[in-house]
């Protein structure tokens, strides 16, 4: 198939087009929450998904999707708020040829989800599944037990080379696999009572945020901008 | 062909191996220094390289090339501090069924190199070319005309949809091609002597660790350990 070539910042960018292309996937870090945003792709249609975007790096976000002559359908939530478009187990949210299938995977909070692309290939795991960790479940409405159970049935059953991308990460690390995840992370490796007792145990300090972030997904994801 | 088997710590992580199998690479974040490295791996022989590492993520970069069952042959830096194996324009630094090509790509400082996957399909482009960005070239020999030969000659002439993994970002970006940067990167898009113009006046803090590491470089890169 042809190439493709659309007009980018007042430049021709050639695009390689054909359904074998992959899909355009970029991971983006905001350091204050450690948080992971990924924009995800169609190279052909440019129709793109943007998920666990922060709003400080907006300006960020907004521009690399300009840049890339991408037409942006959804930003979407992993963690449980959900502002335009409510999503249920199962869904499937189509960008272009591809799609994320939504699973519901509770325990962090009872609204996170874990979208995975429709070939498998990939995973975002929100706060659900970190690398070599999870999410903590002593506020929102967490559930270790729960947790315990999302992600054993549905991400450690997904194909074993699928990438996993977590919606954070504290030590430097940008991906993992359904391979190594069930062989090498301490908490998940557990049996489900021993994993109760750790995260029921973990004594951790109450986030920075968490006064400004609970009320706004109580109100379904609607914030007001940082002053 | 078969997949190979290895043991990780005490379990079995099975490996698809066959030579159709796609390189193994992990990018990995120092927020201090905003530094990446790059663990790259053969996932049939298990040889792996690290490129570009931070001493104070060595823990964490071993930890994970164990965790993997690799193997590492050497630790490269693409910034011109050269510890063990010297390395010169057109060397190839085999691992496995691949190859790194050393590029040299001055001008941030007179010993960078960029090296390039023996598929074209990645380049490790150190301080020379950064995501919309670049090296300084005020310190350390730097210079800003040799640097913008460096990156248009060695770097902007790869396949337009070969990655470019820089060492350094500010903004959280993790990737970028050297179909984008030829066009959207604002420094070099400009004419070589709009260029010089720009980087002579930067006018840029000193950095915060250049009494250490510039003394480290000029001793081949042998440093003395944090206290």
Same mark, same amino acid.
């Given at each position: ?19 074998? !292309? ?23 249609? +440019? ?14 976000? #907004? ?9 942006? %359908?959804? !930003? ?20 272009? +040829? ?5 699973? !519901? /995977? ?9 979208? *995975? ?5 990939? #995973? ?5 599944? %970190? ?12 559930? #270790? &037990?729960?947790?315990?159970?999302? *992600? @054993? ?14 919606? @954070?990460?504290? @030590? ?17 490796? %557990? /049996?489900?009572?021993?994993? *109760? ?6 004594? %951790?300090? &109450? ?21």
């Amino acid at each position: 198939m042809a190439g493709l070539a659309l007009r980018v910042a007042g430049r021709q960018l050639s695009q390689r087009g054909g359904s074998g !292309a992959p899909i355009l996937l970029r991971q983006m870090f905001e350091p204050e929450s450690c948080t992971y945003t990924y924009l995800l792709g169609d190279r052909e249609s +440019r129709e793109a998904i943007l998920i666990d975007p922060v709003l400080e790096t907006a300006p960020r976000d #907004a521009q690399l999707v300009r840049e890339l002559g991408l037409r942006l %359908l959804y !930003a979407g939530q992993s963690g449980g708020a959900q502002a335009d478009l409510h999503i249920d187990e199962g869904d499937s949210i189509r960008f272009g +040829r591809f799609a994320l299938e939504t699973r !519901a /995977s509770p325990g962090h909070t009872p609204g996170c989800v874990t979208f *995975v692309l429709n070939d498998h290939s990939m #995973a975002f795991t929100g706060d659900a599944l %970190l690398i070599r960790g999870c999410g903590r479940t002593d506020f929102q409405q967490g559930c #270790a &037990k729960t947790l315990y159970h999302s *992600v @054993h049935e549905k991400i450690f059953t997904l194909p074993s080379d699928c990438l996993i991308y977590p919606a @954070h990460d504290y @030590h430097g690390l940008t991906v993992s696999t359904v391979e190594e995840e069930p062989t090498l992370n301490p908490r998940l490796t %557990l /049996s489900c009572e021993e994993f *109760v007792k750790v995260m029921d145990n973990l004594n %951790l300090p &109450k986030p920075k945020q968490i006064d400004i972030a609970v009320p706004a997904n109580m109100r379904c994801g609607v914030q007001s901008p940082p002053s």
